[in-house]
C-alpha cells in the first residue's frame, strides 16, 4: 500500500535522519523524496510503502504526528489513492 508522507518546519539539522529513521523503524519503505528549503522552511515529500508496516495507518500517523511535535514540525501521512483522487480532474467526460 503506497502513502505520501509531507514535512514542514523551521530548517535544522537531522530533519531527513529522524523522520527517515522512524519509517525504517516502523518497515516504511521511501520509494522517492523531494526535500527544499523555502526561505528558512524545510520542505519534503515522500512516497512510501507501508505495506509491511505491522501497525495499522492511524497508528502510522500518529507515530509521525509524535515525532514532529518531539521536533516542531508538521509531519502528515495519507494514502496515496485518497492523495490521488483529491488532485484527479474531473473533465466531466464520460468514457465510453
Do not use: W
Amino acid at each position: 500500500m503506497k502513502a505520501i508522507v509531507s514535512v514542514i518546519g523551521k530548517d535544522k539539522k537531522g530533519i531527513i535522519a529522524k523522520v527517515s529513521n522512524a519509517l525504517y523503524e516502523m518497515s516504511i519503505n521511501i520509494e522517492d523524496i523531494s526535500q527544499t528549503i523555502m526561505q528558512d522552511y524545510f520542505t519534503m515529500i515522500m512516497a512510501v510503502d507501508i505495506a509491511e508496516c505491522p501497525l495499522k495507518f492511524d497508528a502510522i500517523a500518529k507515530q509521525l504526528s509524535i515525532l514532529g511535535n518531539e521536533n516542531r514540525l508538521e509531519i502528515h501521512i495519507q494514502l496515496q489513492s485518497i492523495f490521488d483522487s483529491m488532485h484527479k480532474i474531473d473533465t466531466g467526460k464520460k468514457e465510453i
